[in-house]
């Protein structure tokens, strides 16, 4: 059904990048990814999912429906249909998922109405009453609230593990450890994990390896190249692109597919229509606004570095920035989201920095047209390595604005902040 004109990507065995070839600080080309690889991604966005079905419109229309009518009674009771039931996917579901599937390089995909969905699902799929599970320490925070909620209250024991963890790692496995949750960059506080090496020690181990690969998308990091087992995505924030939709994707490789699949139909928590319609538009700018989100805000965050009001600037492409090697290493660019640490303040004077600004909107998620700060300390759970900073912590969202007035912006915002204009 799918117009698979291009392989996003020239497949990479997985482990193909033991974590110790290149020393963390080795100068690695990951920066700009090679021309003919932007063009077969570029190309594969604008023209998946056609299908002559759709009678040449370009895009795969809404479809809406619960029932499906079968031809026969034999037809119904042996289910021999392309589609079945509402739930069990439409010609738009099965549009996105095949299409995310293949940009992901992965065996299949799920979609889900939220990214915690796809992650609870994610979960849910290797994870079973008296298992163990190693989450790293800077997850998302509703995933923490997840693991130590819900899957402890069905049986499921959690460690979590520091960002970098060394040999500690290693140590951290039981005999009941059946899975490995990763988020690189970190949330928040946007460390970058030498993925392809954690992957190993946990293969090795006979875990299962998930990822939260929403800063990257499967553009700036090929997750399942480097050894994830499913692969999370956050569509509500780079996918849809216009801060307007929510919506999670679960991509897995053959190992976990079918079980992930299972788990998806035996919980039904699905996306609605119009959000995977969305998503569909989103994709084929995906690239794109991904690309020059990232461009913006590394230009925004060097010259944050220049700030005196700032005393750090965590953003994976800086080189003091933790896991930078790996980043250098391992990814194809950067997106536009990072944090900065400000020199210790008032409350008083940091809340006339945020009310005040005119172009950054102060707001959860990210990933839109729009630029976003987040005052984030109040959010920061770390509970296997404490945070180190007691400065006040922002995260900034770099959409589309002009650079200039975004700068001006901020310029303003620490004349606030310090009083001095
Ligand atoms: C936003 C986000 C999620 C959750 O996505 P929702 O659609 O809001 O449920 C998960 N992981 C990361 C890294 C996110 O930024």
């Known amino acids: ?135 790293v320490d800077t997850v998302y925070g509703p995933v923490r609230a997840l693991c130590d909620g819900l899957l402890e209250r069905f049986g499921v024991a959690v460690t979590y593990f520091p960002p970098d963890p060394g040999a500690a790692f290693e140590q951290a496995f039981r005999d009941n450890t059946v899975a490995v949750y990763l988020e690189s960059p970190g949330s928040l506080t946007m460390e970058i994990q030498d993925i392809p090496g954690l992957a190993r020690i946990a293969h090795a181990r006979g875990a299962c390896v998930l990822m939260d690969n929403t800063w990257s998308t499967p553009i700036l990091f090929d997750a399942h190249a480097a050894g994830v087992d499913i692969s999370i995505e956050a569509g509500t924030k780079y996918l849809g692109g216009a801060s307007d939709l929510l919506l999670g994707l679960a991509s897995a490789n053959s190992a976990y597919w079918p079980r992930l699949l299972d788990t998806h139909r035996m919980l039904g928590c699905i996306a609605g229509p119009e959000d995977v319609f969305l998503a569909l538009r989103g994709f084929r700018t995906l690239d794109l606004r991904l690309r020059e989100s990232g461009r913006r805000a590394l230009e925004i965050a060097q010259w944050l570095r220049s700030r005196p009001e700032v005393l750090a600037v965590l953003h994976p492409a800086l080189e003091q920035s933790p896991g930078h090697g790996y980043w250098k290493r391992d990814y194809h660019g950067a997106s536009g989201l990072f944090s900065i640490i400000l020199a210790p303040v008032s409350t008083q004077s940091l809340a006339q920095m945020l009310d005040g600004f005119r172009l950054f909107g102060m707001g959860y998620s990210w990933g839109g047209f729009e630029s976003l700060v987040t005052p984030i300390d109040h959010d920061l759970v770390r509970s296997a390595k404490p945070w180190p900073h007691s400065g006040p912590t922002l995260r900034l969202y770099i959409g589309l604005e002009d650079v200039e007035d975004l700068k001006q912006d901020l310029s303003d915002g620490f004349s606030r902040l310090t009083g001095k204009y």
């Open 1 to 135: 059904m799918l117009n698979a004109l291009a392989k996003p990507r020239p497949a990479q065995a997985a482990g193909a990048l033991p974590p110790d070839a290149l020393p963390p600080d080795a100068p690695a080309p990951a920066e700009p990814p090679p021309a003919s690889r932007r063009r077969a991604t570029q190309t594969f966005l604008t023209h998946a999912a056609r299908s002559k079905a759709f009678h040449g419109f370009v895009n795969p229309p809404i479809y809406r429906g619960s029932t499906v009518l079968f031809d026969s009674m034999d037809d119904l009771i042996h289910g021999r249909a392309e589609f079945t039931y509402g739930r069990k996917g439409n010609p738009s579901t099965q549009a996105l998922e095949s299409a995310w599937t293949e940009l992901a390089g992965a065996a299949g995909t799920i979609l889900c109405g939220s990214g915690l969905a796809a992650i609870t699902t994610a979960l849910l799929s290797v994870a079973r009453a008296g298992d163990h599970l190693l989450v």
